[in-house]
């Protein structure tokens, strides 16, 4: 068992993520093992005051996140918050959304190296908290993914931001699948920055914890980097997007999730039954239409904006998506107005996976052809009674340096 630095224990206020100086090194935990360290609004907020504290004490030179228990980081947000609020009272969903972006826009702007350990299932709202760090570290283990067009979204939390500048269309096909990937193809696609096999994780934590000045830190994560192929045995699917990086191109650089669907269609006709095509194209059928039609709009439009404004596209969206299940409840069924319930997919995906997990989303509309422009476009708008998200410097150059 290795030897400590001296650990004092800070108060974030929570239960729920616990905080540390151990030595030049401030220590974040995710303490929800049980859920996956999934996100609610006293994690969150928790987190944050977790950073503040960190920002304001001169001993400290680096800050560190991990989550508890063997299974993850953190598996996303608590969407069973979500799926309440479409049901009873919207405004705890966007007090949620407004403090974990402005949590997320933080570590973005974080002014000293910020070092998630992306263990395990990094999804979701566990991507927003990790890919805006300064030193994004998987491991053999690494499941990172944002799956939200699996439960009738599409990616928020900035994710689409890192995406567009994802190589060539790998953003796209990562944004209308959904899939998880593993160490390789995190690195390769831009959300992370080096691969430390975990047995080397303790010794790392432990050189962190002796840095003298921030500016050891890319040093210390360097001399605990690896290649993944000499350190790592994952499964066959591990560095997939790279040798399928072609084909991705060819495929999800169209301009429409129509045209992607039927391009990836015929392509899957040709492939092994076991191939990147057939996962690829088995997820898309799975998804909600809504969700990639919305997810692609929002990275072609990421590709312009910086990643504060990203932040607040996101909230419209998540917004509207919430909201538009109470204001169209009362819209009679059938016909035009019966189909544009804009938000309906978010509930009926969450209910389907989370809720009854019966694994059958009735998505509404059902098909591509059925969602029209100006149902995706009404997610973009501001949203009803909610003023645009406020960040700090909202409106100065992007702080993350990942442009």
């Known amino acids: 068992m290795r030897e400590r630095a001296h650990v004092s224990c800070v108060d974030t206020g929570s239960e729920l993520v616990l905080a540390e100086r151990a030595g030049a090194l401030g220590v974040i935990t995710l303490n929800r093992p049980a859920a996956v360290n999934a996100l609610n609004l006293e994690m969150v907020e928790a987190m944050h005051r ?240 809504t969700g990639m039609k919305t997810a692609l709009e929002a990275l072609k439009r990421a590709r312009n904006l910086s990643l504060a404004e990203t932040y607040k596209q996101d909230y419209r969206l998540c917004g509207n998506a919430v909201l538009g299940n109470r204001a169209t409840q009362s819209e009679p069924r059938g016909g035009a107005s019966g189909v544009q319930r804009a938000g309906h997919d978010m509930r009926e995906g969450i209910r389907a996976q989370i809720i009854d997990k019966d694994r059958n989303p009735q998505w509404n509309p059902a098909t591509l052809e059925d969602v029209d422009a100006d149902l995706v476009s009404s997610f973009f708008a501001e949203v009803p009674g909610y003023p645009d998200l406020a960040l700090p410097d909202a409106d100065s150059p992007d702080k993350s340096g990942r442009a």
């Not at 918050?81 to 933080?106: C, H, K, N, S, W």
């Not at 030193?135 to 939200?148: A, D, K, L, Q, T």
Request: proline share 5%.
């Open 50 to 289: 977790a950073l503040d504290a960190f920002a304001a004490d001169d001993a400290v030179h680096a800050v560190l996140l991990r989550g508890a228990g063997e299974r993850g980081l953190c598996a996303g947000g608590d969407v069973r918050v979500i799926y309440q609020a479409t049901l009873g009272d919207p405004a705890v969903a966007m007090d949620f959304f407004a403090a974990e972006y402005r949590l997320d826009y933080a570590i973005s702007c974080y002014q000293k190296p910020f070092i998630p350990l992306m263990d395990g299932l990094v999804l979701g709202g566990g991507v927003g908290i990790s890919v805006p760090g300064s030193h994004r570290i998987v491991n053999e283990s690494s499941r990172v993914g944002m799956p939200e067009a699996g439960i009738g979204f599409s990616p928020d939390v900035g994710a689409s931001y890192f995406l567009a500048r994802s190589p060539g269309a790998v953003g796209c096909f990562l944004s209308l699948t959904g899939l998880h990937i593993g160490a390789a193809d995190a690195l390769y696609s831009g959300l992370a920055d080096a691969f430390v096999p975990s047995a080397s994780w303790d010794a790392l934590i432990a050189q962190l914890e002796r840095v003298s000045s921030a500016c050891e830190v890319d040093d210390v994560v360097a001399g605990f980097a690896a290649p993944v192929a000499d350190a790592n045995e994952e499964g066959p699917d591990a560095g997939r997007l790279e040798l399928a990086r072609g084909w991705i191109d060819e495929v999800f650089s169209r301009d429409s999730v129509e045209e992607i669907f039927a391009a990836l269609q015929e392509r899957a006709e040709s492939a092994g039954t076991d191939s990147l095509e057939q996962e690829a194209l088995a997820a898309m059928r799975r998804n909600s239409p």
